[in-house]
């Protein structure tokens, strides 16, 4: 009985949904192509089970159809900051930072180490080809397995141990991936905002491949494309990430139709997107993303007049007074959001400087904790931030499930008394005329504090540590440098301190992968070549010769292994404790704020939202496909 009233509720609100789509009106910007045969109605675009939101849940209201979103970017790469923004994933982060099913319309896992998926029915690409498993299949077979496709391997987040997966297609919508151990980093690598793409448009791509395509056909394509081999032009036509190929087939709300070089490219809406509204209508509510590449230096000048309808890329908290001069007459407000970085402004002493004397002195916990004790937070969050930020170590922010006020105050309160009396016991207790510390083979202590020059900000935030640090003895100079050569010094160990932003992700969960607190990888400042010994699986860089980074690398090790999320919230906090304690990046003010401009016409954008690459994806998890024009 209970089976038999499950199926009748299931049935009775497939056949409202039903009623509801049919009789959803046309979206506007189709209607000539449904009248003209060459595209059919909405209700039969959509999926049997499209994926429909919630607007209560996140205080949105019904919209419009209509209009052309504008956006401002500062290169053409930016491209690829598009599917970031629109953030279509096979399953992908909700508000609440859960994952949830979104082009998948199911997944199931099993022991952390079985994920099985399930496709929606009827669900179709861009063109209007079917979405099955052998686009899933055709990645993993025809792609990575491939000798002249695969050159860089299995993707790392497919190898567990080194272990690939097994890959079994178990009919037209369902597939599975398994591994003998668990995988916790595999679900998060597909909602990730650069995800793990593990699928591609089969039906579109096989014209580029030798096992499927004519022979004499293949060779005419390399030829008028200019490419080198087939494998070379299969890559350029298949990028998921920077959608520089207009004729490639898309699952994300927007296509591009605007081929490179432009300065102006032109997403419009596909016919075929898997979403709807409450009441059942196809979005995304807005027809054309128009994105301009103009000079970066000039995007917040032409923010303030009114040239973008949703611009945060490029703009600065300095840019704030400028910005909000321009609101009345150019129709827009200017929010701000909080960027979800552990620090705005981070330090990252070198544990690998190749300067022995200075390599030992950072290596001693004592030093690196004098140094962060060193730091006026509480002046940097007045002089450069208004007070409208956070003093904190870099770590997680209050709106993290994982924050505890213990770990952003350790080691982060003003107390120069302390951090003298760190240094001397340290050794550093002799000094010269001017006060300067002597190191112990009678250099200065003299640091040249590299950034990579992107930033006024992290000038103006350094300019006050130089003077914090003048106070307890040390002499600071700052050196910039395009940002290719800053993470080359720095991962050659040329580089004593570098200046960055802090933790990517900030807000996050016990689900979510804490690499970034273990050295884990080369471009981690910090201990870039601890971090290029593990990800190279020690075939390069430098084995781990102290206990404080090979305690996070152990935990973060244990963290891949767990089956529960009781045990990946407990190494969390292992870790995020023995990070600050150990003080292995010096964080400065966290919470501080992203300037969001917002054209006043411009509905369901929230006022406060979370700016930050992992895991909002910027825009992406307040699904702009729900954005919409009050005109």
């Known amino acids: 009985m209970r089976i038999l009233f499950k199926t009748l509720v299931s049935v009775y609100c497939a056949c409202l949904f039903f009623v509801s789509s049919s009789m959803a009106q046309e979206i506007p910007f189709f209607e000539g192509l449904v009248k003209d045969g060459k595209l059919p109605p909405m209700q039969e675009r959509l999926p049997e089970n499209p994926l429909q ?68 029915q009827g669900h179709r690409w861009s063109d209007g080809h079917p979405v099955t498993s052998e686009d899933f299949r055709y990645f993993w077979e025809d792609m990575v397995k491939n000798e002249k496709l695969g050159k860089k391997g299995v993707p790392a987040q497919l190898l567990v141990d080194g272990e690939e997966p097994t890959f079994t297609v178990v009919d037209e919508l369902t597939f599975r991936y398994t591994w003998e151990k668990p995988n916790p980093s595999f679900l998060p690598a597909l909602a990730a905002p650069s995800p793990l793409y593990i699928y591609r448009p089969a039906h579109y791509m096989k014209q580029f491949h030798e096992k499927y395509a004519d022979k004499d056909e293949l060779a005419n394509k390399v030829a008028d494309n200019d490419a080198r081999d087939w494998g070379a032009l299969h890559t350029r036509k298949q990028r998921q990430r920077r959608p520089e190929n207009p004729e490639l087939p898309t699952l994300q709300a927007w296509r591009n139709t605007t081929p ?250 016990e689900t979510m992968n804490p690499e970034e607190l273990a050295p884990t990888d080369e471009a981690q400042l910090q201990w870039p070549k601890w971090g290029q010994y593990a990800s190279t699986n020690t075939k390069a860089g430098e ?58 016409d411009l509905r369901n954008v929230p006022q406060e939202g979370i700016y930050a690459w992992e895991p909002t994806s910027y825009f992406g998890i307040y699904k702009p496909d729900t954005f919409w024009y009050d005109r």
């Open 53 to 120: 939101l919630n607007f209560e849940k996140t205080n949105k209201t019904i919209g419009k159809y209509g209009g052309d979103l504008r956006l401002i970017m500062g290169k053409a790469k930016d491209l690829g900051q598009i599917t970031v923004y629109t953030y279509a994933r096979l399953v992908g982060y909700a508000e609440d930072f859960t994952i949830q099913p979104d082009i998948a319309e199911a997944y199931h896992v099993a022991e952390g180490r079985d994920f099985t998926f399930k496709l929606r």
């Open 260 to 509: 490179p070089p432009s300065t102006r490219f032109i997403f419009e809406r596909n016919p075929y997107f898997h979403r709807v509204d409450p009441e059942g209508r196809q979005l995304p509510y807005i027809d054309r993303l128009v994105m301009s590449v103009v000079s970066k230096d000039v995007v917040a000048a032409k923010a303030g007049t009114g040239e973008a309808d949703l611009q945060a890329r490029y703009l600065q908290f300095s840019d704030v007074p400028y910005l909000k001069r321009g609101e009345k007459r150019n129709n827009f407000t200017t929010r701000l959001w909080s960027l979800g970085r552990g620090s705005q402004v981070a330090l990252f002493p070198n544990l690998n400087a190749n300067d022995e004397v200075w390599r030992t002195v950072l290596q001693d916990v004592r030093f690196r904790r004098a140094l962060s004790l060193g730091i006026n937070r509480k002046e940097i969050n007045e002089v450069i931030y208004f007070g409208l930020a956070y003093p904190s170590a870099n770590t997680v922010m209050p709106q993290s499930k994982l924050y505890k006020a213990e770990y952003s105050q350790m080691w982060a309160e003003y107390d120069r008394d302390k951090a003298n009396a760190l240094l001397d016991e340290i050794g550093l207790d002799k000094r010269d005329a001017d006060g300067t510390r002597l190191l112990p083979d009678g250099r200065r202590a003299e640091i040249t504090i590299e950034t990579a020059g992107e930033s006024s900000e992290e000038t103006d935030v350094l300019e006050l540590i130089t003077d914090h640090y003048r106070e307890i003895g040390l002499k600071i100079f700052i050196r910039s440098s395009q940002r290719d050569i800053f993470r080359r010094r720095a991962a050659a160990g040329e580089t004593l301190i570098s200046v960055f932003s802090g933790l990517n992700n900030a807000v996050a969960t």
């Open 543 to 600: 084995p781990i010769d102290l206990d404080g980074p090979m305690l996070q690398l152990q935990l973060f090790n244990k963290w891949m292994l767990a089956n529960t999320n009781e045990e990946r919230m407990e190494i969390w906090h292992e870790m995020l404790s023995g990070y600050t304690n150990q003080v292995f990046s010096i964080g400065t003010v966290n919470n501080s704020r992203q300037p969001v401009v917002v054209s006043n």
